[in-house]
């Protein structure tokens, strides 16, 4: 992975996105909060618990594999909704941090039951106008009473 990150290409728009998703198959595809690949690599691909500190066994990250019972529902909408749920770790965790993503293996579960991988390939960075599209078509769904997984006050 080292020197991945000057090469990892961007994803710029939401059928970029779709495309991806699609040609990269949906197994292992997950996505990743973060200053990005050699940071995790220098990490020793592991995470921290945000409230003990405790070292976790590998990197936290979200999977893009859509359920089962998600059946015939638009790819766009399960994307969209999957950065949507997320997008507070970048102000969170601070300057440098954004949202890439990875093909990966899962080791474990964390403690909010978030997939816990090693990163076998960095496929790319999301661009901030992915981000904006996500919030807008999660937005346009109307739900009043659902929103992202936001803990602070």
């Not at 921290?48 to 529902?73: C, F, I, M, Q, Y």
């Amino acid at each position: 992975m080292k020197g991945t990150e000057d090469r990892l290409p961007t994803i710029r728009d939401f059928p970029e996105l779709v495309d991806t998703f699609r040609q990269a198959g949906e197994k292992g595809l997950f996505v990743r909060w973060s200053r990005g690949p050699e940071a995790d690599l220098r990490s020793g691909q592991e995470s921290r618990d945000g409230l003990t500190g405790a070292a976790l066994p590998g990197l936290s990250a979200n999977s893009l594999k859509r359920e089962p019972w998600w059946r015939d529902r638009s790819a766009r909408l399960w994307l969209a909704r999957r950065l949507y749920d997320y997008q507070h770790l970048r102000d969170l965790r601070g300057p440098g941090v954004r949202p890439w993503l990875l093909r990966g293996r899962e080791l474990a579960r964390g403690p909010d039951n978030e997939p816990l991988v090693v990163c076998e390939e960095p496929i790319a960075w999301i661009a901030d106008d992915v981000l904006r599209e996500a919030r807008r078509l999660v937005r346009d769904q109307g739900a009043r009473e659902w929103g992202p997984m936001d803990r602070r006050p």
